[in-house]
């Protein structure tokens, strides 16, 4: 998507926008969470990549991200990111950041240890991560959507612990470095909190720029209107902050 004040022959920053669900898409639909027309506005290219396990292209394709949760959509990702930079002349690769929330929350931590070049460079300058999974063990036994780790990663946690370890986060903290946003509602029950707070806190340890957006009020989505546009102009801030305007 080109931003508001496109012109051609020119660069822009871009928001590199990763959807939850992980069985989801970014479709033709309007929401003011996760509207890319929002980044659009600021001034950002927008690109999004609907990877294995994405809606629309058939049950299989969507059933075959299970137990894949880490191989399949990463390699999706970094073949989508380079094919968009080669297509399109206006996306300036040097100054990205990758945004996601819920399971896309789970793989900009999954990104920040595991997504580098051959001189270990990582992709984006900057990440968002918004009520995102820290720790795919621990998730397995604090959601209260257990059937659905459960359907994941192959059954309950104490029947298959290797399913929840294989693409486990919080096995990879010692390869961050990118700068993250973290956001974390209080009233998360399907992605809970102590997952957003073991991220910052990793983060934070690691001595890495990071930042915390607490909401007391709010559950796995931002629904307040007044809290929604605390949030925009959070994330616009980190965005402008390490991109630039």
Same mark, same amino acid.
């Given at each position: %998507?080109?931003?508001?004040?496109?012109?051609?022959?020119?660069?822009?920053? /871009?928001?590199? =926008?990763?959807?939850? *669900?992980?069985?989801?898409?970014?479709?033709?639909?309007?929401?003011?969470?996760?509207?890319?027309?929002?980044?659009?506005?600021?001034?950002? &290219? /927008?690109? %999004?990549?609907?990877?294995?396990?994405?809606?629309?292209?058939?049950?299989?394709?969507?059933?075959?991200?299970?137990?894949?949760?880490?191989?399949?959509? #990463?390699?999706? #990702?970094?073949?989508?990111? &380079?094919?968009?930079?080669?297509?399109?002349?206006? #996306?300036?690769?040097?100054?990205?950041?990758?945004? *996601?929330?819920?399971?896309?929350?789970? %793989?900009?931590?999954?990104? &920040? @240890?595991?997504?580098?070049?051959? !001189?270990?460079?990582?992709?984006? !300058?900057?990440?968002?991560?918004?009520?995102?999974?820290?720790?795919?063990?621990? %998730?397995?036994? /604090?959601?209260?959507?257990?059937?659905?780790?459960?359907?994941?990663?192959? *059954?309950?946690?104490?029947?298959?612990?290797? @399913?929840?370890?294989?693409?486990?986060?919080?096995?990879? $903290? +010692?390869?961050? !470095?990118?700068?993250?946003?973290?956001?974390?509602?209080?009233?998360?029950?399907? /992605?809970?909190?102590?997952?957003?707070?073991?991220?910052?806190?990793? =983060?934070?340890?690691?001595? $890495?720029?990071?930042?915390?957006?607490?909401?007391?009020?709010? +559950?796995?989505?931002?629904?307040?209107?007044? +809290?929604? #546009?605390?949030?925009?102009?959070?994330?616009?801030?980190?965005?402008?902050?390490?991109? *630039?305007?």
């Amino acid at each position: %998507m080109k931003p508001w004040n496109y012109e051609q022959g020119k660069q822009y920053p /871009v928001a590199f =926008l990763i959807h939850g *669900g992980p069985q989801g898409s970014f479709g033709d639909g309007w929401s003011y969470r996760w509207n890319p027309q929002t980044y659009a506005g600021q001034g950002y &290219a /927008v690109v %999004m990549i609907d990877f294995h396990g994405s809606t629309g292209y058939g049950q299989a394709f969507t059933d075959s991200i299970s137990g894949h949760w880490g191989d399949r959509p #990463l390699e999706d #990702l970094q073949k989508g990111w &380079a094919t968009a930079q080669k297509k399109y002349a206006f #996306l300036d690769g040097n100054r990205a950041c990758a945004l *996601g929330a819920s399971y896309g929350g789970y %793989m900009i931590n999954w990104i &920040a @240890g595991n997504w580098f070049d051959k !001189k270990g460079n990582a992709p984006f !300058k900057c990440l968002v991560n918004h009520n995102g999974v820290f720790d795919t063990r621990s %998730m397995g036994a /604090v959601t209260e959507e257990l059937w659905f780790t459960e359907w994941e990663f192959g *059954g309950a946690l104490h029947e298959k612990p290797e @399913g929840y370890e294989r693409f486990n986060p919080a096995r990879h $903290i +010692n390869k961050w !470095k990118t700068p993250m946003m973290v956001v974390a509602g209080q009233n998360d029950f399907r /992605v809970p909190i102590d997952q957003s707070l073991s991220t910052f806190t990793a =983060l934070q340890r690691r001595g $890495i720029d990071s930042q915390l957006l607490y909401f007391p009020d709010e +559950n796995h989505w931002v629904l307040k209107p007044q +809290n929604s #546009l605390q949030w925009h102009d959070t994330v616009n801030g980190w965005l402008k902050k390490h991109l *630039g305007e």
